[in-house]
């Protein structure tokens, strides 16, 4: 259900979302497409590694991808990538769909 809330705030942003499931279905996807300019993630999630493991991982394999992480626990900055904002839950969402649109611009 969470993973249909954020297609809908991805969609309210303007911009077309693909759905991964988990961190390796993400990184999956990021390996054959070339037009993902954000990726919008859970610190939470199932699969090999959690949110925090992903944007580190896209960061080191795709520096110009920016990072958006949500968590209902309060992430430091210093486990978050450069540049990579944060929201923690319950998290207004226009202030996603406005952060959204920055990071894609």
């Keep these: 259900m969470l993973l249909?809330?954020?297609n809908d705030i991805v969609q309210d942003a303007g911009l077309h979302p693909l759905l991964a499931g988990n961190a390796d279905e993400a990184i999956r996807?990021?390996?054959t497409r070339q037009d993902v300019c954000v990726v919008?993630?859970?610190v939470?999630?199932?699969g090999s590694m959690?949110?925090?493991g992903?944007?580190?991982a896209?960061?080191?394999r795709w520096p110009p991808i920016q990072l958006l992480v949500v968590s209902a626990h309060l992430v430091?900055?210093?486990e978050l990538p450069d540049g990579a904002r944060f929201f923690r839950k319950p998290y207004p969402s226009e202030a996603i769909i406005s952060t959204l649109r920055e990071l894609a611009a």
């Design 44 to 46: 939470r999630m199932p």
């Design 4 to 6: 249909l809330m954020a």
């Design 58 to 60: 896209v960061r080191e």
């Design 76 to 78: 430091k900055g210093s």
């Design 50 to 52: 959690d949110g925090l």
């Design 40 to 42: 919008f993630t859970d």
């Design 54 to 56: 992903l944007v580190e």
């Design 29 to 31: 996807i990021l390996e």
